[in-house]
């Protein structure tokens, strides 16, 4: 089956340390996106790739760093620069150029809890 | 980015249609309307989406209002695997490398 895949689903780190999230998707799409949820609230955008190899930052880069280096994957690190990086974090993607017609698939997200 | 705004939270029994409201006064002509939702400490799911004329699909039903102004989700028979948070989400033609999501409206289905 096609989709995408967030692990770990859970994720308990120390402060002060970098950890990094994985996103694999099987669906061809060029684009993919890394969002922030937190609590009660809507989701905000972090990073976005239209291209391996490329990325731009989203609303909220300060702290975070990704990379592209193949279509299927995109992880997303939390450095120790952030702040405040207990949050839900989830991965999606879509057809690019996508056009207000197409979706976004999102992943099942990865809870990340700062200790 | 053009706005939306949706009541904080909804209920409704469980068999019966839900109707979703959603205002985008300030649309522009090349926004697609997008419906996802969300269950608890899942990803967001992929609904609906429209531009100009109603929608349905296997999932649910879009209203658009003439002037585009507004719209609804309409859930035809809800069930308990329903109870989510729905997001209305405006979307540009050309390009949409960020979807932004409002607080949405939690549904409660009551059995």
């Known amino acids: 089956d096609g989709g995408i895949t967030q692990s770990p689903k859970y994720l308990f780190r120390k402060e002060g340390q970098n950890v990094t999230l994985s996103c694999e998707q099987n669906?061809?799409?060029?684009?993919m996106y890394w969002y922030r949820q937190d609590p009660g609230q809507g989701l905000r955008l972090i990073y976005y790739s239209q291209i391996v190899n490329d990325f731009q930052k989203g609303d909220i880069a300060e702290g975070y760093s990704v990379s592209r280096e193949k279509k299927e994957s995109f992880p997303l690190t939390v450095t120790s620069a952030q702040k405040n990086p207990t949050a839900f974090y989830l991965c999606?993607?879509?057809?690019?150029?996508?056009?207000?017609?197409?979706?976004?698939?999102f992943g099942p997200g990865t809870r990340l809890t700062v200790l | 980015d053009a706005k939306t705004t949706q009541p904080n939270s909804m209920e409704s029994n469980e068999e019966e249609p839900v109707h979703l409201p959603c205002n985008h006064s300030t649309i522009s002509g090349t926004d697609y309307i997008h419906w996802y939702r969300q269950l608890p400490s899942q990803g967001p799911e992929y609904v609906i989406h429209?531009?100009?004329s109603n929608v349905n699909n296997r999932m649910a039903s879009l209203a658009i209002a003439e002037d585009r102004k507004s719209s609804t989700l309409i859930l035809h028979r809800a069930t308990l695997r329903d109870a989510a948070v729905y997001y209305c989400i405006l979307v540009l033609l050309f390009g949409n490398e960020k979807l932004t999501f409002g607080t949405g409206t939690r549904l409660t289905i009551i059995p």
């Open positions: 429209g531009l100009t």
């Open positions: 669906l061809n799409h060029d684009a």
């Open positions: 999606a993607s879509s057809i690019w150029p996508s056009g207000g017609g197409n979706e976004q698939f």
